[in-house]
């Protein structure tokens, strides 16, 4: 049975900086494609960044720079670092795993079945 649980989040002050985990169990991360997504109140589900199983990752334009996405392998475990966080930055995170390679389609919803519950991250100014 496929699982995804995510934690780490919270609220911070703009500027600063939070560490998402999402702990995989039912499969090997980083035989998958992985990705982080987020959500705000009133938008739809974006993707924020995703990870293929060679490596090769893709970054919405809005955290390039800021956000990095890491595997730990030995944990199975997704991690995605958030520098310089901002309030628009604001919203639900998502952990999401598909099946198939992502290629350029890494920061799409329907290319993911499998999601974790979502860790809220709040950046005040």
Do not use: H
């Not at 987020?38 to 995703?50: D, I, L, N, S, T």
């Not at 290629?103 to 809220?120: I, N, S, V």
């Amino acid at each position: 049975q496929v699982q995804l649980v995510e934690s780490g989040g919270g609220s911070v002050q703009s500027g600063g900086s939070l560490r998402l985990s999402c702990a995989a169990s039912g499969f090997t991360a980083s035989s998958n494609c992985m990705a982080w997504f987020r959500q705000a109140p009133g938008k739809e589900r974006e993707g924020v960044v995703g990870i293929d199983s060679d490596g090769s990752t893709s970054y919405a334009d809005s955290v390039k720079g800021r956000f990095t996405i890491s595997q730990d392998n030995t944990k199975n475990t997704l991690y995605l670092q958030m520098n310089s966080l901002e309030p628009e930055d604001t919203a639900m995170y998502y952990c999401a795993a598909s099946r198939v390679d992502c290629g350029e389609y890494a920061l799409y919803t329907t290319l993911f079945g499998y999601w974790g519950q979502g860790t809220q991250v709040t950046v005040s100014s």
